[in-house]
């Protein structure tokens, strides 16, 4: 069994077909195809069913997988080694960012730290807080920026990069507009503008009403924060955001900017960023974070 047999294995169960694995690997079609056959006589089992459209693991495949994969990452990990005695950093680190976040200072560290590090390869992904967790217990992800109403959740570690109060920001003319506070009893009588469930957000949101026993309509649900002030500004309900969110350029720029208000109790959210339990996996991520704690 041969490293070239494992990493054959694993892009073709990615790509599901072995054309597309061949054009991935830049290896000739037959190729592949001859040295699979070569690891499933090597195992003496059939790993793959090959379909007229794809591929399929076998019984035998799904066990072998797992170990392919632990295989090719420890390799990936002793070249990161030794680049790491000679100074130069290499592997990879996947990074998952909340779909609410402003696209600037979080988006530019990441890109710097791409830019200062070319042998690192970088990947972003974008989702609700609820399923970046879910990605970095799974270990698909190595660190996140996500938000949450407190603390991580069990398995998870990170640093809080932001705690934040949450307002109730509504129109410049709406009668609201001139009060100081608003009770969540009263905020709940009117239609809300807020992220979808999923977001920390809206967890510290919903965590909060379900304490003072009221229970909140929400009218319109986006991933954007700059929409939901939008919204705000035109009247149709009441957003609640973060208070920095009403000073981003996006809101200033609008002929009449919503107003906020603050809530009564004081509700809070925190953008952390986060890693499984133990400490980001690899170098790469290491210095990411070490990056990101840095500049923010």
Do not use: K, N
């Amino acid at each position: 069994m041969e490293l070239r047999h494992l990493r054959y294995l694993a892009a073709v169960v990615e790509e599901g077909t072995i054309t597309g694995a061949a054009a991935r690997l830049h290896v000739a079609q037959p190729g592949v195809s001859a040295q699979l056959r070569q690891l499933e006589r090597d195992l003496g089992e059939p790993l793959l069913e090959r379909g007229p459209r794809a591929v399929t693991l076998t019984e035998a495949g799904r066990a072998v997988l797992p170990h392919a994969h632990a295989a090719l990452a420890a390799v990936d990990d002793a070249r990161d080694a030794v680049a790491a005695l000679r100074g130069l950093l290499r592997g990879r680190v996947a990074v998952g960012m909340a779909s609410s976040l402003p696209d600037t200072a979080l988006a530019d560290t990441v890109a710097d730290f791409a830019l200062a590090h070319p042998q690192v390869t970088v990947t972003l992904r974008e989702d609700t807080a609820d399923a970046l967790q879910a990605e970095l217990l799974a270990g698909r992800l190595d660190v996140a920026y996500l938000g949450a109403p407190g603390e991580l959740p069990d398995g998870l570690r990170g640093r809080v990069l932001l705690d934040d109060r949450l307002v109730a920001a509504v129109a410049a003319d709406d009668p609201l507009a001139g009060r100081a506070r608003i009770g969540l009893d009263e905020l709940a009588a009117r239609p809300l503008i807020c992220l979808p469930q999923g977001h920390g957000l809206r967890a510290a949101l919903d965590r909060a009403c379900a304490a003072a026993g009221v229970h909140a309509r929400v009218a319109f649900e986006a991933g954007a924060m700059s929409l939901l002030l939008r919204l705000a500004a035109r009247g149709v309900g009441v957003a609640v955001v973060p208070e920095p969110a009403l000073q981003a350029p996006p809101v200033l720029a609008l002929d009449a900017p919503p107003v906020a208000i603050r809530l009564d109790p004081e509700v809070r959210a925190r953008l952390h960023l986060a890693w499984r339990a133990g400490g980001p996996s690899g170098p790469a991520a290491r210095a990411l974070v070490a990056q990101v704690v840095a500049a923010l």
